[in-house]
């Protein structure tokens, strides 16, 4: 489904990621881990075409996409939802969940896809007329990935899900997560909690300075020593 081939992306002139490849098959969950700076939401964020790349290509069903418009991404399905969550605070959760939506003009799929968030996060139900605002860390990442889902993701790029959330919430999300593949849809994990990236995801590529260093399945890698000693604390 994804397939990124020598990607090189650069601020200005330092290097962030520096000729990195791998694929993404249908209905998988890959995740990218490695420590702060490694290249993994810059990664995304090229996906997305947030950023330009420096060189390199992406492929999204065979099709290449490295120098397509976020907006038209969107409509070939790669969703992204960002670190940090960037929900509307002063929006309510009806108003949130909507924006999602804003291209889709089939109102009975807009509908069924409602639902679908409502049986996911059954607190975005009952709190779809409060502000957005007062909802807690764990709320807002589900209303995040809540928006995303109503836009109706083929590819769903997350990165972070977990940051800055209470041990229950990291949970909920990543089993969230989990549901989601098995209802079809790809995902593209970026998360610190290499312990819960692999325990979710098929296959897995650590990133350091920009580079790969290390690929495989996640399972197999949970066993590997330097994964333990470096990003599990060794006693795991």
Do not use: C
């Not at 081939?5 to 993404?24: E, W």
């Not at 639902?115 to 807002?140: H, N, T």
């Amino acid at each position: 489904m994804l397939e990124v081939k020598n990607l090189k992306v650069s601020y200005g002139h330092i290097d962030a990621v520096r000729g990195i490849s791998f694929r993404v098959e249908p209905g998988e969950i890959v995740s990218l881990i490695g420590s702060n700076g490694a290249g993994k939401s810059t990664t995304l964020r090229a996906i997305s075409g947030l950023i330009k790349s420096r060189a390199g290509n992406i492929l999204f069903e065979e099709k290449q996409v490295e120098n397509i418009p976020p907006h038209e991404l969107v409509k070939l399905g790669i969703i992204h939802v960002p670190e940090g969550r960037q929900i509307f605070g002063r929006l309510t959760v009806a108003e949130n969940l909507a924006l999602g939506g804003y291209r889709v003009r089939d109102k009975r799929a807009l509908a069924k896809r409602l639902q679908d968030v409502f049986e996911l996060f059954p607190i975005l139900k009952e709190r779809y007329r409060q502000s957005a605002g007062v909802l807690s860390g764990g709320e807002q990442q589900m209303l995040a990935i809540g928006r995303a889902l109503i836009a109706g993701p083929k590819l769903l790029l997350l990165d972070e899900p977990s940051l800055g959330l209470a041990p229950i919430y990291v949970q909920r999300v990543m089993d969230v997560i989990s549901r989601l593949r098995d209802r079809g849809i790809t995902i593209l994990l970026v998360e610190q909690n290499a312990h819960e990236a692999l325990h979710i995801s098929d296959k897995t590529w650590l990133l350091e300075n920009g580079r790969i260093v290390l690929f495989g399945k996640s399972g197999e890698l949970l066993l590997d020593q330097q994964i333990r000693d470096s990003y599990l604390g060794g006693g795991i």
